[in-house]
Structure formats: structure tokens, C-alpha cells
């Protein structure tokens, strides 16, 4: 009962709202105890009679710490709620987490700084299975045109609430969030801020700040490098609403910026680049658009190249876009299958908060999958297994054949490259016993 | 179908994984060619091409590990007739720490991967070999991995010293192995003499100009 009042107390410190005589009288009429209403009225006569000061109240309630937490649904409730002036969280921190943000971009005097969010990880987070679960990327680029394909395309997703980011936002379909192959949707709004409107970071998760190195850039040159080598590996299709940036030449020259920012040569071992996919209404410029193909850095960021004309923001139109979104999408995935490039989703968000870091050392290089991957095999000494190695040769030569040291060499080393079934579990589950 | 190996690490191409972490390995290997038969030599591609072959039996019907005891079982009779207490012969790149009672070793990471543990912490039923399949029927207690650091302690006596560095070299010369026995450590300490010989060894082995025959 004492701690019961203390928390109502706290309550009526914590939140101005509530009036203490509020809280004092719904305390009295659910006490079954003759002595604690007793006790109740007492407070609050006094209270009332303005003798007793709220700061008692409070002195009282730090008395008794905070019982543990518990987590619904992105909010923070505490069972007990302890005043401001302590160290734990108020009712007043505690608020759903609305960041949407997949990367910010901050300038402090002539430095820039990417902070991850972990957007990746908590969207990932909430898929099902998500080490069984194969997500596709679309990026979109534009504006209004975009913005009402997007409501069309994703309608269970609310886009149009979001707070349009210069980056981009990360979103999964809520459709295809419990299939195998769900998609995940970026948007890029052109020219709006790339920082965080909605108040301070690190009150609802985790975030990772990472310093850009040699960065003097123009803040559009910097999203450009943050599209291009950083998210684009990341991407299987990105859509580019040509109509939201002011035609067909305009948008020819925004993509040639983009290209431009892969100013180093890709050195990637795993080339991992999404597909392009221009939507148009107009056949003014049209040339300019196409030309856009014959850059001599463009295949090294983009895999492929479509135009796709639509007449402005009609159903017909959006369907038209859903249906070659489908299609695309389906041969990027198939693509990368094919490249062994095709990441589960808990992979694919390990992979991608490496590759910021690696990003922000070179923001110039495209990141590279397989090294931002960082390999278990990578802890091999070439020195000690070699030793090894040549140790077994030593005392197989004679007793077995050619053809099987072989097969023993090559088997051990398939085990140190793909480690990913080790666990005995795995081993069970998929082959059956054991054959010993 | 998904390649079933991405579920936990991604399962990059067989010729890049191979090329980028194998082939230094393997031209360590046979820089000096072994002739394992007349006119036969093992080389890197050779190794590379067997390796790329299990790759694609991977992608469609078992794992690395099953796919391992499968080769060990195809040769069962010839690889259980070899022995050592040097090399793991289930991984082939580390040394191994336990001997079961059939002669066959195995390191404390095989035995973490491919046994059930007992009823303790860092305990393993051993029941079979995994090189020869004979019955095992051991218990077994590895070290657990938050056991560190390893550290190697050189006592003090003035000219006794030259004791603990005979016995040093003798025990470097009884593993065999191409690298310094320091490697093992991660810290080398020492007092009085044990500590002027843990300056002079360690510094002297990281610019590679100690020699054994300094001390005897």
C-alpha cells in the first residue's frame, strides 16, 4: 500500500495533468483498509490545507527504487515511475521510438559524420525467421510522383506519415514481411533534410557515429556517396521518379552525379549492383535519358538499365509500376543467387553495419560485401595450417593414394570456408544421424 | 533452391573464398612439391578443383561437416591407420589437445562441434572416434574458451638461468614446430635472470635474430 502510494504520488510529480487530489481521492475508495483511508484523508486534508508541500511527496517517493522494466511494443513502461531529479527514465523519456531513418548525415564546421540508427537491424528484428528469410532492396527516388506511387504500391505501410528524409527512410512491406523473400523499401526525398527531426537519438536504441574521413564535399555530393557506394551494394532495384526531378534531362544529370561519385574504381572482388528503373511521363529528352547508359562509369554502378513510361499518378499507371517492380525485382534476386550475393536478412544487416564503418573510412570505393562480411576464415594463419598440412602429408605419403589426400585436403578446407553448418544441430536436423 | 550454408555466415562464391583464403595456404604448402606418387604432384589446383566439385555437392545436398565425415568414411580403413599426436586429423589446421583411447587425437574444437555435451559445463560425451568410428566411451572436459591469458614464467637464480633455457630449447625442439615456442603465450614474464632472459629471447625473436646456440 506504502509503495503504492508512492507511486501515485511520483505520478502526480511526473505528470502535471494529473491533479493530487485526483489521485488522492481514487487511492482512497480503492483502500479496503480502515486505517490507511484513515491515513489518506489525513494527507489529504493536509495537502488540500496546503501544509503539506509537493517536495515531501517526492522525498517520499525516492526513498523506494524503481522495480524492474518492463518492454511492450517499442514503449518503456516502468511499474514504478521515479521523479526527474533521479537517474532512471521518467514517464516524460519514455516515448515510442518513430524513427524511420535507415542513415543520418551531419555536418559539424568541415566534417561529416554517418550515424547508424540501426535502422537495418530493427527492421530485420521484427521479421519472424529471419535467418530463413531472403529480403529484397528497392530504393525510390522523388518526390510527390513518388510519394503517391509508394501509398499505392506498399498500402498497409501508412508511407505518407513519415517525415520525408534526404537519405532515405527503410521501411518493410508489411505484406511480405512473413514470406521469403520480403521486401524492404527505401525513400529518397531529393533536397529535404538528412539529420533527425525528431528529437534527440538514444532515448528509444542504439546509434553508431562514424566520422567520414577526407570529406570537404557539398551536401549533395555527400548523399550522393552515401547513395551510391554505401547503400547501393545493399540494393537489388532502385526507381528514380524522373517526373519529381524535373524531367528527363534532370534527371539524366542527377544519375550522372551519382555515377560520379564512384570516383575510385571499384576493386571489389563481389560486385553488387542493383538495377535502374526510370519512370517517366514525358518523351521530352528522352535521348538525354538513354544516354545516360553510355557513361563510362555506369555499369559499375548500376546492373542494368529501364525506362518505364507511366502516365502521371493514375491507378492504371501505379499497377503498371508495381507489376515491372515485381518483375525486376525477381531477376535482380535471381542474379544474385546466381553470384552466391544473395544475403539472408540477419546477414545482410551484419554485412551492412561493417560496411558504414568501412564507408566512412573511403567514402570515395564502393563497400565491399565480402570484406565487410569479415570472414571467419580470415583468422587462419597461413603459417600454422600450412605447418599442418604439410604435417599430414608427411605421414600420408605411401599409405594413402593421391586422389584421397586430395579429397581430405579439400574437404577440411570446405569446412574452414563455409563454417555456417557447424553446429552439431544443423548437422542433425538436415542430414539425419550421425553415420558412426 | 537457397544455397542451405547461408543461414548463419553467407555462402560467397567456392572460387573467391578459395583464392583469397586457401591459395596462399596451399603455395605455402607446396613450395617445396611433395611427389606422393611418380609423376604426380600435388598442387594448388589440383586442390582448388576439388574443392570447387564439394562446393557444388553442397548446394544441393548436405552440409560441410556431413560432407567431411563422408570422405572420412569412404577411406575409413586406410585413415584410421594413421596416427599422430601433432595435427588434428578431423581439421587438419591446428594441433589437437586430446587422445582417446583408440591412439586417434582431436582438438578441443572438434570435439565442441561434433559431440553432445555431458552433464558439466565444457563436458563431451565421447562415444566413437571420429577418425576411425571404433567406440570412444570417454567423458571428456575441455578448457573453456575465458580460461586466459597463457602465460610463461622464467625463475629467478642468477646462473641457474641457463637451466629454464636448456629446458625451453629442449621442449621447442620436442614440439617440431617452424614457429617460436613464445607463440603459444600470450604473455612471457620472468624475474631476476628468468626476467633479463625474457627481454633478450622475446625482443631478439620479434627482430629474428635469436639463436638457440646463444644459450648453450
Known amino acids: ?283 521530352h529528352e528522352l535521348d538525354d535519358l538513354v544516354q545516360v547508359e553510355c557513361h563510362d562509369g555506369f555499369h559499375s554502378v548500376f546492373e542494368s538499365f529501364q525506362v518505364l513510361p507511366l502516365d502521371e499518378a493514375t491507378a492504371v499507371g501505379t499497377h503498371k509500376l508495381k507489376t515491372t517492380l515485381s518483375h525486376v525485382i525477381d531477376d535482380a534476386r535471381q542474379a544474385r543467387r546466381e553470384r552466391h550475393l544473395l544475403f539472408n536478412a540477419l546477414q545482410l544487416a551484419i554485412v551492412f553495419a561493417r560496411a558504414s564503418e568501412a564507408f566512412s573510412q573511403d567514402p570515395v570505393k564502393p563497400v565491399d560485401l565480402f570484406t565487410s562480411s569479415q570472414h571467419p576464415a580470415q583468422l587462419l594463419s597461413v603459417k600454422y595450417v600450412a605447418h599442418h598440412l604439410q604435417h599430414f602429408l608427411r605421414l600420408s605419403v605411401g599409405r594413402l593414394s593421391w586422389s584421397t589426400i586430395v579429397e581430405h585436403i579439400a574437404s577440411a578446407l570446405i569446412v574452414q570456408g563455409y563454417p555456417s553448418g557447424v553446429h552439431r544441430e544443423v548437422i542433425l536436423k538436415l542430414d539425419g544421424p550421425s553415420p558412426y | 533452391m537457397d544455397h542451405p550454408l547461408t543461414n548463419v555466415s553467407p555462402g560467397f562464391s567456392s572460387q573467391l573464398v578459395f583464392e583469397t583464403f586457401f591459395v596462399p595456404i596451399l603455395e605455402a604448402l607446396t613450395a617445396s612439391p611433395i611427389d606422393i606418387t611418380p609423376g604426380q604432384l600435388l598442387t594448388t589446383g589440383l586442390i582448388g578443383q576439388q574443392f570447387v566439385s564439394f562446393f557444388d555437392r553442397l548446394a544441393t545436398i548436405c552440409t560441410p561437416h556431413n560432407l567431411r565425415r563422408q570422405v572420412f568414411f569412404k577411406h575409413q580403413s586406410a585413415v584410421a591407420r594413421l596416427k599422430t599426436t601433432n595435427t588434428c586429423l578431423w581439421c587438419l589446421i591446428q594441433a589437437p589437445q586430446r587422445t582417446l583411447r583408440c591412439g586417434h587425437s582431436l582438438c578441443e574444437e572438434c570435439l565442441d562441434q561434433y559431440y553432445a555435451p555431458g552433464h558439466g559445463v565444457y563436458t563431451y560425451v565421447v562415444d566413437l572416434c571420429l577418425v576411425c568410428g571404433l567406440g570412444a566411451g570417454t567423458l571428456l572436459k575441455v578448457k573453456p574458451p575465458t580460461v586466459m591469458p597463457s602465460l610463461l614464467g622464467f625463475d629467478g637464480g642468477g646462473v641457474r638461468g641457463i637451466v629454464a633455457l636448456v629446458l625451453t630449447k629442449r621442449l621447442q625442439d620436442a614440439l617440431d614446430v617452424p614457429y617460436a615456442l613464445w607463440e603459444f603465450f600470450h604473455s612471457v614474464v620472468g624475474t631476476s635472470v628468468g626476467r633479463v632472459i625474457t627481454t633478450q629471447v622475446t625482443l631478439m625473436q620479434q627482430l629474428n635474430k635469436f639463436r638457440w646456440s646463444y644459450c648453450t
Open chain 1, 1 to 283: 500500500m506504502l509503495r503504492f502510494t508512492v507511486l501515485l504520488a511520483n505520478l502526480a510529480h511526473s505528470g502535471p495533468q494529473i491533479s493530487y487530489a485526483t489521485i488522492l481521492v481514487l487511492f482512497f475508495v480503492i483502500s479496503g483498509n480502515k486505517l490507511v483511508r484513515s491515513l489518506s484523508i489525513v494527507v489529504l486534508a493536509a495537502y488540500l490545507g496546503g501544509r503539506l508541500k509537493r517536495t515531501y511527496l517526492v522525498g517520499l517517493a525516492r526513498l523506494f527504487p524503481p522495480r524492474k522494466s518492463v518492454v511492450s511494443d517499442s514503449v518503456l513502461i516502468y511499474r514504478d515511475v521515479m521523479p526527474q531529479c533521479c537517474d532512471f527514465p521518467t514517464i516524460h523519456t519514455m516515448f515510442r521510438c518513430v524513427h524511420v531513418q535507415w542513415l543520418d548525415l551531419d555536418q559539424t564546421e568541415t566534417r561529416w559524420t554517418l550515424t547508424d540508427p540501426g535502422r537495418f537491424r530493427s527492421v530485420i528484428d521484427e521479421f519472424p525467421d529471419a535467418e530463413h528469410q531472403w529480403p529484397s532492396v528497392v530504393f525510390f527516388i522523388g518526390k510527390r510522383g513518388k510519394a503517391i506511387a509508394l501509398r499505392e504500391i506498399y498500402t498497409s505501410n501508412n508511407v505518407s506519415r513519415r517525415q520525408a528524409h534526404g537519405i532515405a527512410n527503410l521501411l518493410a512491406d508489411v505484406r511480405t514481411h512473413t514470406s521469403d523473400h520480403p521486401i524492404l523499401f527505401a525513400d529518397c526525398t531529393p533536397g529535404a533534410p538528412c539529420s533527425s527531426l525528431l528529437g534527440t537519438w538514444g532515448a528509444c536504441h542504439e546509434s553508431r557515429r562514424h566520422a567520414i574521413c577526407g570529406n570537404n564535399s557539398h551536401l549533395e555530393d555527400m548523399i550522393a556517396a552515401v547513395h551510391v557506394n554505401l547503400m547501393f551494394p545493399f540494393t537489388h532495384v532502385v526507381c528514380i521518379f524522373a517526373d519529381d526531378l524535373g524531367g528527363n534531362r534532370a534527371c539524366a544529370r542527377y544519375i550522372e552525379r551519382l555515377i560520379g561519385r564512384r570516383i575510385r574504381p571499384s576493386v571489389c572482388r563481389t560486385e553488387a549492383s542493383p538495377h535502374l528503373l526510370i519512370t517517366t511521363s514525358t518523351s
